[in-house]
């Protein structure tokens, strides 16, 4: 493993060329391949710009280790749309330190981290149960026919207990 800095970068929206560099590294691998997800789709999906879209770039020495997508606010938290190392970099603390990152950056934000992680990928689920995520539902067929999506939580900052609930929240406060 490098003792070089990772570097978190923020932006928008990937370039073209990163975006198909990146997309065809993670399509040629799962869980995309299972889910049938082709490069030039997920390359149009990494160049389109959303307000509640940041992408992070995890960087080593100018080169690309990793990449995070974060659509906030979403259900009273971050969700985590996308999460990849790429091949060369992975199994070295890479990943951690991103989740690390992300969850720094959103404390004090926001109070829960979500996403979605396909039932047959058990690399990515014992991956993010180390990091503290919980299991809390099932999607049966969300993305393909015959296949799970695990819905996980990480609650980063836990609320006060109230004395009394509030009758209504604005939609605004239901988001986030
Ligand atoms: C899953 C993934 C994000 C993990 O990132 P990584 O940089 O390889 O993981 P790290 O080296 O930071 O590992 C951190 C810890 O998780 C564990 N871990 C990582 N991958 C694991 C795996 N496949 N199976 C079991 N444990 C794993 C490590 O052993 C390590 O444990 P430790 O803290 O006890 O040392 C990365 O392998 C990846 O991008 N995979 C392909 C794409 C993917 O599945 N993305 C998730 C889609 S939801």
Redesign the pocket.
């Known amino acids: 493993m490098s003792s070089d800095p990772l570097e978190f970068i923020a932006c928008d929206a990937l370039g073209a060329g990163e975006a198909q560099t990146i997309a065809a590294s993670?399509a040629a691998?799962?869980?995309?391949r299972t889910l049938g997800y082709g490069a030039d789709a997920l390359a149009r999906g990494l160049q389109l710009t959303h307000p509640d879209l940041t992408r992070y770039l995890a960087v080593r020495n100018g080169a690309i280790q990793?990449l995070v997508v974060i659509r906030h606010p979403w259900l009273r938290g971050a969700y985590?749309e996308?999460?990849?190392?790429?091949?060369g970099?992975?199994?070295?603390?890479?990943?951690?330190?991103?989740?690390t990152f992300i969850e720094r950056t959103y404390r004090g934000r926001t109070s829960n981290l979500w996403?979605?992680?396909?039932g047959f990928?058990?690399?990515?689920r014992?991956?993010?149960e180390?990091?503290g995520f919980r299991p809390v539902g099932l999607l049966t067929d969300l993305v393909i026919a015959g296949q799970d999506e695990v819905l996980m939580r990480k609650v980063i900052q836990a609320h006060p207990t109230p004395s009394r609930r509030t009758p209504s929240a604005s939609p605004a406060e239901q988001g986030d």
């Open positions: 993670l691998g799962d869980p995309w990793g985590i996308l999460f990849a190392v790429l091949p970099a992975q199994g070295q603390g890479v990943g951690r330190a991103v989740l996403l979605l992680v396909s990928n058990s690399g990515a014992a991956f993010y180390k990091q």
